[in-house]
């Protein structure tokens, strides 16, 4: 089968390169379509709903809180998936959606369903709060000073030495340089 492939492309190689055209120029074509981005957003849409209440043990969260939440906002639509956490004083849902879904829309539908739950919740327990819109990609940039060995000795009497106490982050001062020259990237 192979060689009848290259015995093809011998005998017709205006047809071949007619076809190399033409799906150089699709290719082409298609690269000014995708949707190019430096670090993709794969995080689904998600909605988190954070509620304080500093007074109540995990289980109580739990039957007073989150449960209570979770029911108000079950028959929202093009719900994919509900998952909660009931801690000491915190309760955290986290609603995601289907990929289609506006996630201005789904937020809207979810504050909408958090009037009822308040009315559910036993008065000054606490008050159901939606979070701001975030990924999964909110922490991006990172970074470690690591000071040369010849300064490290200087650093290190300085910020521990007998009479001073802190950290080198609270001591010195980080010129972001680099932040400043990258777009979107707010000061």
């Known amino acids: 089968m192979l060689d ?3 015995k093809f492309s011998i005998k017709n190689k205006i047809i071949i390169g007619l076809m190399t055209l033409l799906l150089i120029i699709w290719g082409g074509w298609s690269a000014t379509k995708l949707p190019i981005d430096a670090v993709p957003d794969i995080t689904n849409n998600q909605v988190q709903i954070f509620t304080s209440c500093p007074t109540l043990a995990g289980q109580e969260v739990e039957q007073l809180v989150t449960f209570p939440i979770e029911q108000s906002i079950a028959t929202v639509p093009k719900i994919e998936e509900i998952r909660s956490i009931s801690r ?3 309760s955290v849902i986290t609603v995601v ?3 289609d879904v506006d996630i201005y829309f789904a937020r ?3 504050s909408e369903r958090l009037k009822e739950a308040v009315d559910q919740i036993p ?3 606490g008050k159901p709060e939606l979070a701001p819109v975030s990924t999964g990609l909110g922490e991006v940039y990172q970074y470690i000073i690591h000071p040369k060995k010849a300064a490290k000795a200087s650093i290190t009497r300085r910020i521990y030495g007998p009479c001073r106490t802190g950290s080198l982050r609270a001591s010195f001062t980080v010129h ?3 932040l400043r020259s990258i777009a ?3 000061n």
């Open 97 to 99: 959606f289907d990929d």
């Open 88 to 90: 000491f004083g915190l």
């Open 4 to 6: 009848s492939i290259i």
């Open 123 to 125: 008065q000054g327990i």
């Open 176 to 178: 972001p340089v680099l």
């Open 108 to 110: 809207q539908l979810i």
């Open 184 to 186: 979107l990237v707010v």
